[in-house]
C-alpha cells in the first residue's frame, strides 16, 4: 500500500498492483506534471502503528510482552525500521531522522 502513494512520485508511474485493480480509473498526467511530480518530495513524514494478530492464550506462568494481555500472537510483527528501510531502499536516497514521543 505504501507504494501506491511512492511510486508516481518516484517513478513517475502507477504500481502494476493499482493499475491491476483500477486501471482505467487512474488519471493520466501529461509529460509536464510527471516531470514536476517526480522526485518533488521535500519530507516524508509517516505515523505508523504496529499491529498485531493475536488469539486467546492460558495464563502463563512467566508474563512477558505478549502474553501479559492473555493473548498470543498469530503473525509476525512489522517493525517500524523495516518500514523506513524500505522507505530508503525503494523510494528514496535521504537520510532518515527517527524521532519517538
Excluded at 509529460?31 to 505508523?48: T, V
Amino acid at each position: 500500500m505504501f507504494g501506491w502513494y511512492m511510486e508516481p512520485l518516484t517513478s513517475r508511474k502507477y504500481p502494476v498492483s493499482m493499475c491491476d485493480l483500477v486501471g482505467n480509473q487512474l488519471p493520466e498526467f501529461s509529460e509536464k506534471e510527471s516531470e514536476l511530480l517526480a522526485d518533488s518530495i521535500y519530507f516524508l513524514g509517516l505515523n505508523y502503528y504496529t499491529t498485531y494478530y493475536a488469539t486467546d492464550a492460558p495464563k502463563a506462568s512467566q508474563p512477558s510482552y505478549t502474553t501479559d494481555s492473555d493473548g498470543q500472537l498469530l503473525s509476525k510483527e512489522i517493525f517500524i525500521y523495516q518500514l523506513f528501510r524500505l522507505c530508503v531502499d525503494q523510494y528514496l536516497e535521504i537520510t532518515l531522522i527517527f524521532v519517538f514521543s
